[in-house]
């Protein structure tokens, strides 16, 4: 709340990175109750997964499993923001485009994504594209519903100073709907981002593909060592990606800093 | 936008001769949201000659602000026209430039891209023209600043500044200094009837302050609350230049208990 | 005025009226769009793009819904679409239960204390960017029974938007608000009941509706993956059966339950948050 909090937020001092320690040991000390204790059977204690997991990043099946995986998120958040961005900009800003084209995806936003996959494999030629479908439409629509939101949210009175300054239909798209909506694209490329990551996973694992298929196969196989070692790599895969759309955003919106 | 008169490079000598004439036709504007029937303007004649100073007086709601949005062409009257220069104004354009009721500085630009945007999008940008605006109007060293780390004074200087690089030849302001103390205010007021002086561009400036409307104005408009029509056009022949010492003159005085007069008048007519 | 600026005067009045005149209402706009994406589906469907050809159209398909809803079963031998239903519904309402009881205190604290800030937050940092649905073979395994393995999955999903929500929505509480009742002689607990409680149930109303959005992802994927009924088993199992009208009455069914879900949510947080709309 004050400002001494959101310094520390940005450069962790020695005693901030100490006291994570502290809660990162609590979360140890209770898994490794729960596991030696045997409450859950099965679930592996820290020790064996942490093991598991470097022996995990040796593995060259997992280097394959992650890149295709990786391959899956970059490509379906990529069609996502390169779609969802200027349809969105355009469903906020003209009336018009907004009657003719979004009840119509409003009809398809409340299906959970991963719905649709026994339809895409049957539709579509591939596992591959059926994955980065349902992978595609996680992330669509919290971008296309955030940037429309954005342009929503804009002072009406920013696109009258433009336009009493002689602007064009354009200068006003340039000048304030674009950079206007930019902090709320961002929101949604970040929500979205980890809705990639959601429906990913779950697609893989329906469709016996990348790290997901791994996870499965692991579980499958009884190597329960495996199955918490990949989960900890996929969480940690999601969280660099958010970091990612993060750095870029902060980057590109230095302006919306200073309110802080 | 072509026009040459547009582009002034020295604003002391291009002072006697700019256009700017508003001649208000007969215009009314009705809302009707939900088919509920509001008269927010009703029937308004006015003429202002270019180089003219007039505010507009009235309470809250009486639709001044609706007056200046027909004039500006930010919404179309539903009856009657706006002339400016004796063409029928269509949709906003860069020869009235706007001042608003809270500041409307891009805050995704710095200070000096806002001041610079007007000339940016007509593509006669020119390399310090900014700085020596920023400067009149005592804002210099600011150019790299973002809107929000100035202080709302200083916003509101910046987007005159910003209307000034776009040299029009009518300012409309809507309410410009309410926000602000009283001590910045005044500071404003002074500031904007210097450039006034100097520029001898028209002026529409909307006010609920009575004071600041005399001070500032070759003629008052009062107008009447709901709906909103024309009460009084009151001269106000005070001589020019003016300083804030004179608010206490009786010839002040006593138009500002006219003023009041009328608009208690109003007031006491619209409660029966 | 002239004549000339009289018929000036005058032909713009009439453009303004023409140029009202050709935009059709906006219900009509809304009913070409919903048309168009039927037409397309159909077209298709009859045309055969990419696979399309083994879909169903829209006409069989809302002739399986109305089966469905008359109550056949959705496979052979099998259960009926209130059945599964009931299943899917029951899991989705007790994770998203769970998960709200739970959330909204850890948040509430975590937002209005330091110390749970400081060192309980970073413990669930740490679980939360792993995608819910990786949970379902360590839930698999950590508990007997499917259902309470769906559960923690749609629990695990739902818990983490809630958290951080009310957890923000304390944190952007005004310092004046909190002030005001302390200067009224109020105690910690009248701060928690009419200043934090009230002013976060915006947010955590955002943070439930991101929940149940996630949830329903959660529980189509754990019953496509390890269900033995449910909407999103019976949806998995008709494509296996190439019974392509269930699966398209099953996303159907699907996309009409999450709708309603966060309908009925944003109906109840717009309810308890009456206050803000007034303004």
């Known amino acids: 709340m004050s400002t001494a909090t959101a310094i520390e937020r940005r450069l962790p001092s020695l005693f901030e990175v100490s006291r994570r320690l502290v809660s990162l040991a609590g979360l140890v000390l209770v898994w490794t109750a729960i596991s030696s204790v045997g409450l859950i059977g099965g679930l592996p204690g820290p020790v064996a997964a942490l093991t598991a997991l470097v022996a995990l990043l040796g593995n060259p099946i997992i280097h394959e499993s992650v890149s295709i995986s990786l391959l899956h998120i970059l490509g379906s958040f990529v069609i996502a923001a390169v779609i969802g961005v200027p349809l969105g900009l355009l469903i906020g800003w003209k009336t018009v485009v907004h009657d003719l084209v979004f009840p119509s995806l409003e009809i398809l936003r409340p299906v959970p994504p991963i719905a649709w996959i026994p339809l895409t494999i049957l539709v579509l030629p591939s596992m591959r594209s059926s994955i980065m479908f349902i992978t595609f439409l996680g992330a669509f629509f919290p971008i296309l519903l955030n940037t429309i939101q954005g342009v929503h949210d804009i002072e009406p009175d920013y696109v009258r100073a433009i336009e009493s300054l002689g602007g064009t239909s354009t200068d006003v798209f340039r000048n304030v709907i674009y950079p206007g909506a930019l902090p709320s694209i961002h929101t949604g490329l970040v929500i979205g981002m980890g809705l990639a990551w959601v429906n990913l996973v779950a697609a893989e694992m329906v469709a016996d593909e990348g790290i997901g298929r791994f996870v499965w196969v692991s579980y499958t196989s009884g190597n329960f060592e495996n199955i918490v070692a990949s989960v900890i790599l996929i969480g940690a895969l999601g969280y660099a990606s958010s970091e990612v759309i993060r750095f870029v955003g902060r980057w590109q919106l230095s302006w919306t800093q200073l309110d802080d | 936008m072509t026009d040459n008169t547009q582009i002034a490079p020295n604003e002391t000598d291009a002072a006697t001769e700019r256009d700017g004439s508003i001649h208000v036709e007969s215009v009314s504007k009705v809302y009707d949201p939900d088919g509920e029937h509001v008269v927010a303007v009703d029937d308004v004649t006015l003429h202002i000659d270019a180089g003219e100073f007039v505010t507009v007086l009235g309470p809250s709601g009486c639709g001044k602000s609706t007056l200046l949005e027909c004039i500006a062409g930010f919404t179309d009257p539903t009856s009657g026209n706006v002339y400016v220069d004796g063409e029928i104004i269509d949709g906003p354009s860069a020869e009235r430039g706007v001042v608003f009721q809270s500041n409307r500085l891009l805050p995704w630009m710095t200070i000096e891209e806002n001041v610079d945007i007007g000339p940016k999008m007509r593509g006669a940008v020119e390399d310090g023209r900014a700085s020596q605006l920023l400067e009149r109007m005592g804002l210099e060293g600011t150019e790299n600043a973002y809107p929000s780390e100035l202080s709302g004074g200083m916003q509101q200087r910046a987007e005159i500044a910003r209307l000034l690089a776009n040299d029009p030849d009518i300012m409309l302001m809507d309410e410009p200094f309410s926000a602000l103390d009283a001590l910045t205010k005044e500071m404003l007021q002074e500031m904007l009837l210097e450039v006034w002086d100097d520029d001898n561009r028209t002026v529409l400036f909307i006010t609920h302050d009575v004071e600041e409307a005399l001070f500032l104005a070759d003629r008052v408009l009062v107008m009447t609350a709901g709906p909103g029509r024309v009460k009084e056009i009151v001269d106000v022949d005070l001589e020019r230049p003016r300083d804030l010492s004179m608010t206490t003159t009786e010839e002040f005085t006593a138009l500002k208990d006219r003023v009041l007069h009328l608009i208690h008048e109003e007031a006491r007519e619209a409660m029966e | 005025m002239s004549a000339v600026t009289r018929v000036e005067a005058y032909l713009a009045s009439v453009q303004r009226q023409v140029g009202a005149i050709p935009r059709p209402p906006r219900y009509v706009l809304k009913a070409v769009s919903i048309a168009g994406f039927l037409a397309v589906w159909w077209l298709f469907v009859r045309v055969g793009v990419l696979g399309f050809a083994l879909i169903t159209t829209p006409p069989e398909a809302a002739g399986a819904l109305m089966g469905y809803l008359l109550g056949e ?22 994770g998203v239960g769970l998960a709200v009881a739970t959330a909204v205190p850890t948040g509430l604290l975590i937002g209005w204390s330091d110390w749970w800030e400081r060192y ?12 819910p649905v990786a949970w379902v073979p360590i839930a698999l395994v950590a508990f007997s029974t499917n259902l309470l393995s769906i559960v923690w999955v749609v629990f695990v999903s739902a818990f983490f938007p809630v958290l951080l929500n009310t957890a923000d929505g304390v944190r952007s509480i005004e310092t004046e608000y909190v002030r005001a009742v302390q200067s009224l002689g109020g105690s910690q607990w009248d701060l928690f009941r009419h200043v934090i409680i009230p ?9 439930i509706m991101l929940g149940v959005g996630i949830g329903w992802i959660a529980v189509v994927a754990a019953e496509m993956i390890s269900g033995n009924f449910g909407v999103g088993y019976i949806t998995y199992q008709a494509y296996r059966l190439m019974q392509t009208e269930t699966v398209v009455v099953g996303i159907i069914v699907l996309g009409s339950y999450g709708a309603l879900s966060s309908y009925a949510v944003s109906r109840v947080g717009s309810r308890l948050t009456a206050w803000k709309d007034r303004e």
């Open chain 3, 73 to 94: 079963p959705m496979t052979n031998g099998g259960y009926s679409l209130y059945y599964h239903s009931y299943h899917t519904i029951y899991r989705v309402g007790l």
């Open chain 3, 199 to 207: 002013a976060s149930v915006p947010s955590i109303a955002t943070g």
């Open chain 3, 120 to 131: 309980v937050a970073p413990a669930f940092e740490l679980l939360r960017p792993i995608p």
